[in-house]
C-alpha cells in the first residue's frame, strides 16, 4: 500500500499532477451550467486553469491565464460573461485571439511564446463536461471511460435539475487522496454518519454490484429497513415515483476526480475535486433532483421540501467527513513511514491504489 509520505510530500503531488491530472480527461462540470451563451465554468488543478465556455454553437476549453500580465481572466467557478480579462479589460475572441487594436502590443505579443489562448479538448457525455489538457495523448472519452460512457450517459438523462443556487465549495486541509479513499467505502458509515445516514438505513451492509474498469468505480449499499425509513417510506409515498429507482446508496468514483451519488434514486450528489496542495483540497458540489413521474401538485411541492432538506443534511456529510480527513491528515504527516491499513469492506481502495501505483513511482 501507500505509505504515509506520499500524502504530504510537494514532489510525490507534483507526480501526480502531471501523470494523473494533466494526463487524462478530467470532469469540469454539469452542461446545466453551460446552458446558455457565454456561461463558462472554471477549473484550477496545480499549473493547469481552465475555462470552459459555451460560445453558441459549441463549447470550447481555453487557458484562463491572460496573455497580458496573467491575471486569471474569468473570475470565480462559473458565471456568465464574455471572455474579458478584468485587469486591464483585453478581450479574446471564440479562437483564443486577443482583440488588441495597439500595433505596438501587437509586434510585443508576436515574440511572446503565446499569442493565443491555449486552447484544449472538451467533451461531453449525457450532462457531464470533461475536459483533456495532454495533446500527446489522442484517447477519446469514449475510450477513457469505456463501459462508463454509457452507463454515466444513462445516468445524467435522470438529472431533472441541481438544487444548490450556486456550487458548494469546501477546502479540505487533507491530500486528495484522502477524499478518494474516504468515499470509496461505507465502512465509516455507521460511525461518522450515525445522525446523517444510519437514520436512513445507510451503513452496516456489505456492499453489493461493485464493477470497476480502468480506474473507474460503482458500487451499491444497500439500505437497511429502520423504524425512521419505514416511517418515511410511509409518509413519503411520492419518493418511490422516482424514474432511478433502486434502494440502496449507489456510488460513483469516475477516475480522477469526479464522484457521483444517488440515494435511493432520490437525491444525486455530482463532487469535483481538485488536488491544491499536498495538504489541501478543494471539492465542489452539486446536488440535483432527479425527474419522477406522475406526480401530484401537492406531491411535487413535498418533494420540493424534501430535496432542500435532503441538501440540508447531504451537506452535514460533508462536513462530517472533513473533520475526519482533516486530523487524519495531521496524523500523516507525524508518522510518515507507516501506511494506512484497509480491511475487507476497502476492497475499492485497494483497486484505487492499484491503479495510482501503475502510473506514480510513489516513495
Ligand atoms: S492582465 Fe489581463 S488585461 Fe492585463
Ligand atoms: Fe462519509
Known sequence: MIKNINY????????????????????????DKLQNKNDYITYRCGSVSVFVQNFGEQLKCFSNICLHRFNNIHKGNEGNGHVICSYHNWVYDDNGNP?????CLKEELTSCSRSKLEQHEVEICGRFVFAKVNKKDSVSLKEFLGTFYDKLFELSSFFQEIINHETIVLNHKANWKLLVENVLECYHCSSVHKETLVPIGIGGKKPENHF??????????PIRTTALQTEREAKLSFLTKTEYSHKSLQHWYIFPNLFISSTAGNLFYVGKLSPEKPNLTNLYAEFVKPTYTGLTKKEGMLLNAYAQASLDSSKRVIFEDRDILEVIQKNLSIILNDKQIFGEEEFRIEAFHQNIKNIINYK
Open 8 to 31: 504530504t510530500d510537494e514532489n510525490v503531488l507534483n507526480q501526480e499532477l502531471d501523470g494523473i491530472f494533466h494526463k487524462s480527461w478530467f470532469f469540469v462540470g454539469l452542461s
Open 99 to 103: 482583440m488588441v487594436r495597439s500595433a
Open 212 to 221: 470497476y474498469e480502468n480506474g473507474h468505480d460503482k458500487v451499491d449499499y
